[in-house]
């Protein structure tokens, strides 16, 4: 199974201030099919079904704002809060939709310093 | 409008059967992968499978084979989530998604509301 290993597992972060979230993944995510990396990510608020935010790595889902951003290629990849709001209150999670079973990482929460 | 709307809560008991269902509308549904993601309580995301209704092909997590049976029903557009024979363990909120606009690797778009199952003995 491809094992995805998220860091740190919380973080507290201002209002305003930029969140980095990263997300390792045990083999190379690069789908041959699509020349794109086959990995999303998600955001759970408490109580809530996730939401997807960004997949292919980089690309942001229907409605999700700017401030959220995704980078990396092959292993190693990046979420990205570029100005923390007090509704990003979350944890988030990254996915990966490689291989033929998708795993998830183990998650990070997200606080208000 | 994408909708998944799952059926209702449940609280049963060790060693019975249950189905759980998830209604797909406003997409095309024999054409997108569906499928299941337990979360126990204070954990995080865990992909059980999926199934890709046009031709009931179907994958397990290693975790979850043989514990769960995913099916799915092209002429109603549900899938379902079943079990033989409930544990205690198997108490968590199961959420059904689909994959819908966002293409081949590209996760899961639309999520259901969740179905809390609950078993005691």
Redesign the interface.
Known sequence: ?IVMTQSPDSLAVSLGERATINCKSSQSLL?S??N?N?L?W?Q?KPGQ????LI??AS?R??GVPDRFSGSGSGTDFTLTISSLQAEDLA?Y?C?Q??H????????TKVEIK | EVQLVQSGAEVKKTGESLKISCKASGYTFSTSWI?W?RQMPGK????MG?IYPGDSQT????SFQGQVTISADKSVTTAYLQWTSLRASDTAMY?C?SQV?????????F????TLVTVSS
């Not at chain 1, 079904?49 to 997807?52: A, E």
């Not at chain 1, 033929?100 to 998650?107: D, E, I, K, S, V």
């Open positions: 199974d789908c099919s699509n794109k086959c999303a998600y759970q079904p996730p939401k997807l997949y292919g690309t889902g229907s944890v999670y996915q939709t490689h033929t079973l998708w795993t998830f990482g183990q998650g | 499928g993601v995080g995301l865990e992909w999926i994958r397990y997590s290693p959420y998604a606009m966002v293409g081949l690797g590209g996760g899961f778009d999520w259901g509301q969740g």
